[in-house]
């Protein structure tokens, strides 16, 4: 979402409890001014909230503080504060993650995102509805190419408006399998997502939270939490639920098989 240029930063932000109790340290200023530059460093990435080189080299305490232009040992002082007062968290591969995310995210620029990807969709229906109209059985030599280049245009947007290659990649990078973006039935279902206005982002936030969830986990009776990390279950009809799940990636109680079956409706 690389339209998103800004965070928010609330006018109260200072009546926050833990911002008090940050103040009334010595190094508070240094501190909050290491906290801005964190969410500001997440507004860039923009990944939901992760702060990291590239998704498989995470941000060390020296890198932060050459970034940052600050000392690594204030650094790894503020680090610490933010750990304590649960503002950051690190997920399974030590990258940083801002807590709660959400309240400093531009919303107004995710939904104004998902308004135009409604109305790309729209305008590629539209014209998919226009290619695949019945044509003359007397069809001309001129037609005939016309046709087979409309087909190739119709390759061409169904690829622009549903990125397979990247959400399909990105659930291999965090789940280490080897699904396939070319599959009918995952094509199917990213499809209906993003045909409901949901973004690239989103389907990276899913993965991420399920994974770290699921991932070493099993259920009652013994079956492994993992094997559901696959299309059919994370891009089903809970997509939006697990979308806006809280606090996915601390401790879970164990589930029953139950909760995965009749076409893995979790």
């Given at each position: 979402?690389?339209?998103?240029?800004?965070?928010?930063?609330?006018?109260?932000?200072?009546?926050?409890?833990?911002?008090?109790?940050?103040?009334?340290?010595?190094?508070?200023?240094?501190?909050?001014?290491?906290?801005?530059?964190?969410?500001?460093?997440?507004?860039?990435?923009?990944?939901?909230?992760?702060?990291?080189?590239?998704?498989?080299?995470?941000y060390t305490d020296e890198m932060l503080a050459t970034i940052f232009?600050?000392?690594?040992?204030?650094?790894?002082?503020?680090?610490?504060?933010?750990?304590?007062?649960?503002?950051?968290?690190?997920?399974?591969?030590?990258?940083?993650?801002?807590?709660?995310?959400?309240?400093?995210?531009?919303?107004?620029?995710?939904?104004?995102?998902?308004?135009?990807?409604?109305?790309?969709?729209?305008?590629?229906?539209?014209?998919?509805?226009?290619?695949?109209?019945?044509?003359?059985?007397?069809?001309?030599?001129?037609?005939?190419?016309?046709?087979?280049?409309?087909?190739?245009?119709?390759?061409?947007?169904?690829?622009?408006?549903?990125?397979?290659?990247?959400?399909?990649?990105?659930?291999?990078?965090?789940?280490?399998?080897?699904?396939?973006?070319?599959?009918?039935?995952?094509?199917?279902?990213?499809?209906?997502?993003?045909?409901?206005?949901?973004?690239?982002?989103?389907?990276?936030?899913?993965?991420?939270?399920?994974?770290?969830?699921?991932?070493?986990?099993?259920?009652?009776?013994?079956?492994?939490?993992?094997?559901?990390?696959?299309?059919?279950?994370?891009?089903?009809?809970?997509?939006?639920?697990?979308?806006?799940?809280?606090?996915?990636?601390?401790?879970?109680?164990?589930?029953?098989?139950?909760?995965?079956?009749?076409?893995?409706?979790?």
């Amino acid at each position: 979402m690389s339209e998103i240029k800004w965070i928010k930063i609330t006018t109260d932000m200072f009546d926050d409890e833990k911002i008090k109790l940050i103040e009334a340290m010595p190094e508070a200023d240094m501190i909050l001014i290491i906290w801005i530059k964190l969410l500001t460093l997440a507004g860039k990435k923009n990944v939901n909230g992760y702060i990291f080189l590239t998704e498989n080299i995470p941000y060390t305490d020296e890198m932060l503080a050459t970034i940052f232009n600050r000392p690594v040992n204030t650094i790894r002082l503020a680090l610490d504060v933010f750990k304590k007062f649960n503002m950051i968290e690190y997920d399974g591969n030590n990258n940083l993650k801002i807590t709660n995310w959400g309240k400093h995210q531009n919303i107004e620029g995710l939904e104004k995102i998902r308004e135009q990807n409604r109305l790309r969709v729209q305008k590629y229906r539209e014209r998919i509805k226009q290619i695949e109209e019945p044509q003359d059985c007397n069809v001309t030599e001129t037609l005939r190419n016309d046709i087979d280049k409309n087909r190739l245009d119709k390759n061409r947007l169904d690829k622009n408006i549903y990125p397979f290659t990247d959400i399909v990649n990105y659930l291999n990078i965090k789940t280490g399998k080897s699904f396939r973006h070319t599959t009918k039935k995952t094509q199917s279902l990213i499809r209906a997502r993003i045909n409901e206005g949901f973004t690239l982002d989103d389907f990276k936030k899913v993965i991420d939270t399920k994974t770290a969830e699921w991932r070493g986990k099993k259920t009652k009776e013994g079956a492994n939490m993992e094997d559901y990390l696959r299309p059919e279950t994370l891009f089903g009809t809970k997509f939006e639920s697990y979308l806006n799940q809280q606090n996915a990636d601390k401790q879970y109680g164990i589930l029953s098989v139950s909760d995965f079956s009749k076409g893995d409706k979790k």
